[in-house]
């Protein structure tokens, strides 16, 4: 089997880019929004109006709910990615490695 690496260096700094330009949302509660991006980079964390009438751990577990449910979106996203990029291949860990 031949390998081309420097075409395979180049497709993964592709998904890489690719992967730091895609972003995923979620919100818990109501009261907080985070939004992060494919290489699980928190981009912003959004606190609305009703967040105040929350106690602290109320507040804090919606904060860890909506984070929690952006990195699966993430994880998922980077799982799709390299099964297009890999064209199917079973390629166990390799979306550890991007």
Do not use: H, W
Request: hydrophobic content about 40%.
């Amino acid at each position: 089997m031949d390998v081309d690496l420097a075409k395979m260096v180049e497709q993964v700094q592709k998904l890489q880019s690719d992967l730091r330009n895609t972003t995923v949302e979620a919100t818990s509660g109501g009261v907080i929004s985070v939004q992060m991006n494919g290489r699980q980079e928190l981009l912003r964390v959004t606190v609305f109006d009703g967040a105040y009438r929350l106690n602290k751990e109320n507040l804090a577990g919606c904060i860890m709910d909506a984070f929690n449910q952006a990195l699966e979106k993430s994880r998922q996203k980077v799982r799709e990615e390299v099964t297009r990029y890999t064209g199917g291949l079973n390629l166990p860990n390799l979306s550890d490695l991007i």
